[in-house]
């Protein structure tokens, strides 16, 4: 039970993380839209005060877009990831990891680890995270979702493409 609440803990920090970086990049986006905005009002060449003013409105569209998103799901709870974890986690089919590590020269950088969950309508849930934040994720998960399957494989990839159902483990009766 307790890595049940330390997992659900991870997942709400995660989901804030995730939050409060969309936040920061659309502030940055806004910025920059008034910046190539304040650009184009003071530049003489016109084809150049166009192409700032075309890259000021698509930057406010995306950041509009990133606080709409934001303000949908300001709450973490409200995730839908933590709603199907909650009310129906029989819709998470297949859980695995994407390992990213970024070494530019051979220099160690950072490594990056994603936990994808697939659920039976064929869509997909991710969650970033420390390998430390997703370990304790996955533990809480296996627990959660003893009908789920985990870790990746293209033979996986194949059954899931053809049915999700086809990684169903268990005999839990599935109510549609």
């Not at 806004?30 to 016109?46: I, M, P, Q, T």
């Not at 300001?74 to 990831?81: E, T």
């Not at 934040?133 to 996955?138: R, S």
Request: net charge neutral.
């Amino acid at each position: 039970m307790n890595e049940l609440l330390d997992g659900m803990l991870v997942v709400q920090k995660l989901l804030r993380r995730e939050r409060w970086l969309k936040l920061y990049v659309a502030a940055m986006a806004l910025a920059a839209s008034g910046a190539l905005a304040g650009v184009a009002y003071r530049v003489a060449d016109k084809p150049l005060a166009v192409l700032c003013v075309v890259l000021s409105m698509v930057l406010i569209v995306v950041g509009v877009r990133l606080i709409r998103d934001i303000a949908q799901a300001w709450n973490p709870r409200q995730d839908a990831l933590l709603q199907i974890l909650h009310q129906s986690p029989q819709l998470i089919v297949w859980v695995y990891r994407i390992h990213t590590h970024l070494a530019p020269f051979g220099i160690y950088a950072f490594q990056r680890v994603d936990l994808v969950l697939r659920l039976t309508n064929g869509s997909m849930l991710h969650l970033r995270g420390s390998i430390r934040e997703i370990d304790c994720v996955e533990q809480m998960l296996r627990v959660q979702l003893p009908h789920a399957t985990f870790g990746y494989s293209a033979e996986r990839e194949q059954w899931y493409t053809a049915n999700p159902m086809l990684l169903w483990n268990g005999d839990f009766e599935w109510d549609e």
